[in-house]
């Protein structure tokens, strides 16, 4: 089981202290935020990881190496300075040839309460393209973007204000993709970002969707950090 990991980003948001340390290692709790999604993923069954990485890209791969810390086979696609987009960093993974043909997407700042397996599961078992994790919203943790029914998004639309009543779920952060769909849509001239493919796939009706039940978490925000790192600490203070 593989998931590939968007680590490529500039961060701005947490400036200063991503301009000079990658968001994904940010300390959250002690540690550097990419253990505790590595230890998750490893948990959870993923035995592959593909970082994306650009900005401070080389500190990333200094820290987490080939992922034998965690178990996990590390493999990286490296867009430096020449940032591609979302999409664009994984049609490069892609192009270097390290893609399953059915993988995880995850972003490095996520901290997310889903099983990746039963996620993986059900997208093989949909026999679509892509799937999108979806969470019942109602505008409470950001802008709901997603119209979901019948397990599939059928219309996602971000920066929609206000957002039409059906509109009331949000992409929750989990995707998988096969890499047919990566090499047959995604432009390798130009950036390319996931939402508009996401849009145009719902649109087709070629979007599965899978119902998370449990609030997503982020460290791409000062707040969302702050409430991550108190549900990781709660979480680190368990026994087990």
Not at 166 to 194: A, C, K, N, Q
Request: hydrophobic share 40%.
């Amino acid at each position: 089981m593989q998931c590939v990991i968007l680590a490529g980003g500039l961060g701005t948001r947490m400036w200063p202290d991503a301009k000079t340390t990658p968001k994904t290692l940010l300390p959250v709790a002690g540690r550097p935020f990419a253990w505790w999604q590595l230890n998750w993923l490893a948990e959870s069954g993923v035995d592959s990881v593909v970082y994306c990485i650009g900005h401070l890209g080389e500190q990333i791969r200094d820290f987490v190496g080939d992922g034998s810390g965690w178990g996990l086979h590390v493999a990286y696609a490296d867009e430096g300075d020449q940032l591609r987009g979302t999409a664009g960093a994984i049609a490069l993974a892609s192009d270097d040839d390290v893609l399953d043909e059915r993988f995880l997407v995850l972003y490095g700042d996520s901290w997310l309460q889903i099983d990746p397996a039963d996620v993986l599961r059900d997208a093989e078992e949909s026999d679509l393209p892509a799937l999108m994790t979806v969470f019942d919203n109602h505008g409470e943790w950001d802008g709901s973007n997603v119209v979901y029914a019948g397990g599939r998004v059928r219309r996602y639309e971000k920066g929609l204000d206000p957002a039409p009543p059906e509109m009331h779920w949000i992409d929750y952060g989990l995707s998988v993709f096969t890499r047919d769909l990566i090499d047959t849509r995604v432009p390798r001239d130009r950036p390319s970002d996931l939402a508009p493919l996401c849009t145009s796939l719902a649109a087709a009706g070629d979007l599965a969707g899978y119902v998370a039940t449990e609030r997503f978490y982020e460290i791409g925000s000062p707040q969302g950090l702050r409430d991550t790192e108190v549900l990781l600490l709660g979480t680190s203070a368990q026994p087990g």
